[in-house]
């Protein structure tokens, strides 16, 4: 079971913490990644992390705002965004997969949590 937390409503420029809690698996076997899904519109992948860390990767809208990250002692994924845009605004999805390396495609991840919803108002 995966418990995303952290949305909510902040004005353009400001930032926020997504945090997402996975219980009953291999937290630290497996990799994680947040998607979001923007009403009217596809979910889309944001970022993705490896099992211990050292590996991260974006999408390119928001790359150098965003930052992903773990902490395998908490069972927990981190998404910490800043320089909000409007544009931000979604719902969004921690996930995990199987795999141990870094996945974006939705099919590769077997485990989805509750989304939490962003506003980003201009």
């Known amino acids: 079971q995966l418990q995303a937390s952290g949305g909510g409503l902040v004005q353009a420029g400001g930032s926020l913490r997504l945090s997402c809690t996975a219980s009953?698996?291999?937290?630290?076997?497996?990799?994680m990644g947040w998607f979001r899904q923007a009403p009217g519109k596809e979910c889309e992948f944001v970022a993705a992390?490896?099992?211990?860390?050292?590996?991260?990767y974006y999408t390119d809208s928001v790359k150098g705002r965003f930052t992903i990250s773990r902490d395998n002692a908490e069972n927990t994924v981190y998404l910490l965004m800043f320089s909000l845009k409007p544009e931000d605004t979604a719902v969004y999805y921690c996930?995990?997969?199987?795999?141990?390396?870094?996945?974006?495609?939705?099919?590769?991840?077997?485990?989805w949590g509750r989304g939490t919803l962003v506003t980003v108002s201009s």
């Open positions: 009953g698996r291999a937290f630290g076997m497996q990799a």
């Open positions: 996930a995990q997969t199987v795999y141990s390396s870094i996945r974006t495609r939705e099919s590769d991840y077997n485990y």
């Open positions: 992390i490896n099992l211990d860390g050292a590996r991260t």
